[in-house]
């Protein structure tokens, strides 16, 4: 229900609440209060009674002039059988009413009940529908929202970064627009495409886009949608929108979130008769259902395709698998380039060093950045967004709010120092490591007390073992600074203690860079899509001789690469002393200034490219 049938299904409830009331005050009015009969015989025998009317419980007769109080009948309460001898003997004319009440009695009783159904109709409603139900008479129906090519204001001239997915739904709309030539040669339009990728990268934006250059009639719903709290309303809400469909054929289906509605059968609680896997039964069913020269497509989106049944895969029902992947270094550009559109940018802006300093991010994320670096620009009441502001943005990202009220002691904060310039100067020495953007004290997000801002230069999908325990020994120099100097350490490398230890883990179980154990995975390969703790790791199983083979060698991995780093510090302690001494000054060292001050540092010479046992 809309908001104006809302207020519609309201103003006529206030109307009969109104119309009760008016009724009441209008009885009231007419009604006159009864007299004792003695008044009743008095007025009569004084001849101020012009005529009289009996009923079954009253006598009313007409006043021939009102009383001092205006009232123009007298009512009595009482029958004498007597009456009409005594009403000849005055010559008043009388006659008998028959009281016809069972209407008024009815609607007594009637308009209540109504009034209590409509106002108990209205609140159940309104509390259906807030809880997602939608009232009992369209809790099977499809809640599917129907878009054109104007109500979604999103073609594919705003969508980049994903040229190849972009391409394969050109292809699905150019189908729909002009069948006879693509049909030409007898191939029929792929029933459904899987869009497949990490989140925020954009699948969601790719479907409104097809919706509006598509210029046919496109339903959008969730997956989750059609699982509700009643058997069979999944089953209902697909037939349902599978009809309206066809009545609008050509046309496209999207299902955003597959994974709500397809998740693989047999492993809900309830085993093969729960209502998510009825709903998926019916929509198998619906997709074998409908011919491909009908003109029907089926879109949908889902960033956890290890978990759909295998039968939405199969050819025939989602023929094609399209990847939507975080965007490439020329991707984000393109995405950079079409967020700035809605921002005053300065003209010295260079997108491609934003583009170089955010690998890994996503569609959302260049959005969100964009957004941030505007914010930040009006919070220091610039004309434009600058560079400052883009790179001030990544901070906050990457590394979190800053926290200036969170003080430390003085020794807490020299211990930061040296940690946070641990990393720095083995970042610098060390080649091939990712360039050193800022170093700083200052505490940001949950729990961080300082930073060592690394961003790669260059989009990189191989690493070497060489540079793989380079990355190690970066990720340790915090803890070799800490002993080097103070002697003892502290909890404040307790993350990167456990990101040395995934990547020296990799190195061995997944990546066979283990000379002794052979060129064996021990481990599954990780889900591509999904970085969540609660994916079991999963592999071979391996005999205990074997298992502490690895931990040693993951141990000697992680021991060899903090040695490298102490090596490297206590090489330049005069560098590291004096960086150290400038951070606790300024709080925070750009990368200018981070040059300047380790001018003399010298950097390793690279190691030879064959892998080392």
């Known amino acids: 229900m809309n908001r104006r ?25 007419r009604a006159v209060e009864p007299v004792p009969y003695s008044e009743f015989e008095k007025a009569l025998e004084a001849g101020r009674i012009s005529e009289v009317l009996i009923s079954d419980r009253t006598v009313t007769g007409r006043l021939k002039t009102p009383d001092p109080n205006g009232k123009t009948r007298i009512v009595a ?134 919706a509006g250059e598509a210029r046919v009639p496109f339903f959008s719903i969730s997956g989750s949608e059609f699982v509700e709290m009643f058997v069979g309303v999944g089953a209902a809400r697909v037939r349902d ?43 198998l069913t619906e997709m074998d259902g409908f011919d491909g020269t009908s003109g029907l497509v089926i879109l949908a989106a889902t960033n956890r395709p290890e978990i759909l049944d295998p039968a939405l895969l199969r050819a025939g029902r989602f023929d094609r698998q399209v990847l939507v992947d975080r965007p490439d270094r020329k991707g984000r550009l393109e995405i950079l380039q079409v967020h700035v559109r809605r921002i005053r940018l300065a003209p010295d802006v260079d997108l491609d060093q934003v583009a170089s300093l955010t690998t890994g991010f996503s569609g959302a994320d260049l959005a969100n950045l964009v957004n941030e670096a505007a914010l930040a620009a009006t919070r220091r009441h610039a004309e434009a967004v600058e560079l400052q502001d883009f790179t001030s943005a990544i901070e906050r990202l990457v590394a979190g709010l800053e926290k200036r009220n969170r003080l430390l002691n003085p020794r807490e904060r020299e211990t930061v120092a040296y940690h946070e310039m641990g990393h720095a100067l083995v ?76 990547i020296a883990r990799d190195m061995v179980t997944r990546y066979g860079m283990d000379e002794d154990l052979g060129y064996i995975a021990f481990e599954a390969e990780r889900q591509r899509f999904l970085d969540t703790p609660e994916l079991a790791r999963g592999g071979c199983a391996v005999s205990e001789s074997t298992q502490a083979r690895i931990d040693a060698s993951i141990r000697t991995i992680v021991m060899d690469a903090f040695a490298r780093a102490t090596r490297i510090l206590e090489e330049h302690r005069e560098v590291l002393e004096r960086c150290a001494r400038e951070l606790l000054a300024r709080e925070t060292l750009d990368e200018p200034a981070l040059r300047a001050l380790t001018a003399d540092l010298c950097t390793e010479a690279p190691a030879r490219p064959e892998l080392a046992g």
């Open 5 to 29: 049938q809302q207020w519609n299904l309201g103003y006529w409830l206030v109307t009969v609440l109104l119309l009760l009331l008016l009724q009441d005050y209008w009885q009231v009015l």
């Open 427 to 502: 970042a610098l020495a060390l080649p091939g490591a990712d360039r050193v953007h800022k170093v700083s004290i200052v505490p940001r997000g949950i729990g961080a007390l300082g930073y060592t801002l690394q961003r790669p230069t260059e989009d990189r999908f191989l690493m070497t073992r060489q540079e793989l325990e380079n990355r190690i020994a970066v990720l340790l120099g915090g803890r070799a600074a800490e002993k080097l100097v103070f002697g003892e350490v502290s909890t404040g490398a307790a993350d990167d203690l456990a990101r040395a230890t995934d």
């Open 77 to 210: 309460t009482r029958v004498e059988p007597e009456l009409a001898e005594r009403l000849s003997r005055y010559d008043v004319p009388y006659s008998r009413v028959v009281e016809n009440t069972w209407l008024a009695d009815l609607l007594s009783w009637i308009l209540p009940a109504l009034v209590f159904f409509g106002v108990w109709f209205f609140l159940f409603r309104r509390f259906a529908e807030r809880q997602g139900m939608g009232g009992f008479l369209s809790v099977g129906r499809s809640r599917a929202k129907v878009f054109v090519e104007r109500d979604t204001g999103v073609g594919f001239a705003d969508v980049a970064g994903v040229d190849e997915a972009k391409a394969e739904l050109v292809e699905i709309v150019e189908f729909l627009k002009n069948p006879v030539e693509y049909g030409r040669l007898g191939a029929r339009i792929p029933k459904g495409v899987l869009l497949v990728g990490p989140p925020g990268t954009g699948k969601t934006l790719l479907a409104r886009a097809v």
């Open 241 to 283: 929108l599978f009809e309206q469909a066809r009545g609008h054929a050509p046309a496209i289906i999207f299902i955003d979130e597959l994974d709500a509605l397809g998740r693989a059968r047999g492993t809900g609680p309830l085993g093969g008769h729960d209502e998510r896997e009825q709903t998926l039964n019916q929509l």
